[in-house]
C-alpha cells in the first residue's frame, strides 16, 4: 500500500512575526532547565539601579555578554567605575580585555583556574587581584535584580517579541530609578 502525505495549509495572512526592524530572530528566546526563558546582562550602580540592559536567549552563557554590554554602557556614560562580578565572568580573555579597555575590575578566580595555575608552578603567573572587602558590594546586583523580578511580567515575560520585553524591563529601570534617587 502506498504512503500518503498529508500536508497541512495554514490559512489567513503570513505570521508578520519577522517584520521587526529590531527584532532578534530567536527573539531572546533559548531553552534553559525550565523552558523557555530570557536572561537579562544588566550593569547596576551602587543604588541597586540597573544603568544598561541587553536581552540574550536563555540558554546563552553570561561572559560573551559582557564586552557588548559594557561598549553599550560606554556608548552612554563614559564615567569610569569598578566592575564587580562573580565567577562567570573569570576568563582570561575576559580580564584581558578588561585591563586593555583599563576597567578596573574585583572577579574571583574559578577553582579549576586556581587548580590549572598551581599545577603549573612557577610558570603558572601570579594569581589575579581580588579584593573581598570590595567584592562585598557585589550584591548591588542581586538586588537590582530582586526589584526587576517584583515586576510581574518581567519575572514572566508574557511578551511574544524582546523589543516589547526590553521595553517593559526599560519602564521597569526608569521607575526604580525616579523611586530610589527622589
Not at 124 to 144: L, Q
Request: charged share 25%; net charge positive; glycine share 8%.
Amino acid at each position: 500500500m502506498p504512503r500518503v502525505r498529508c500536508m497541512v495549509l495554514t490559512r489567513g495572512a503570513r505570521s508578520n512575526d519577522n517584520n521587526l526592524a529590531n527584532e532578534p530572530a530567536d527573539h531572546a528566546l533559548g531553552r534553559s532547565r525550565g523552558g523557555l526563558s530570557t536572561k537579562i546582562h544588566a550593569l547596576t550602580d551602587r543604588f541597586c539601579c540597573p544603568l544598561t540592559i541587553l536581552l540574550s536567549p536563555g540558554q546563552a552563557g553570561d561572559n560573551p555578554y559582557l564586552l557588548p554590554l559594557l561598549a553599550a554602557h560606554h556608548a552612554s556614560d563614559t564615567d569610569r567605575f569598578r566592575l564587580l562580578a562573580d565567577k562567570a565572568y573569570s576568563h582570561p580573555s575576559t580580564r584581558a580585555a578588561l585591563r586593555a579597555k583599563r576597567i578596573a575590575h574585583t572577579i574571583p578566580e574559578r577553582s579549576d583556574q586556581i587548580a590549572r595555575r598551581k599545577a603549573k608552578g612557577a610558570d603558572g603567573g601570579r594569581p589575579p587581584a581580588f579584593d573581598a572587602g570590595i567584592y562585598k558590594d557585589r550584591n548591588t546586583v542581586e538586588r537590582g535584580f530582586g526589584r526587576l523580578k517584583q515586576w510581574r511580567g518581567i519575572a514572566t515575560r508574557f511578551d511574544k517579541y524582546a523589543t516589547t520585553f526590553l521595553g517593559g524591563v526599560l519602564l521597569a529601570c526608569m521607575i526604580t530609578h525616579h523611586r530610589v534617587r527622589n
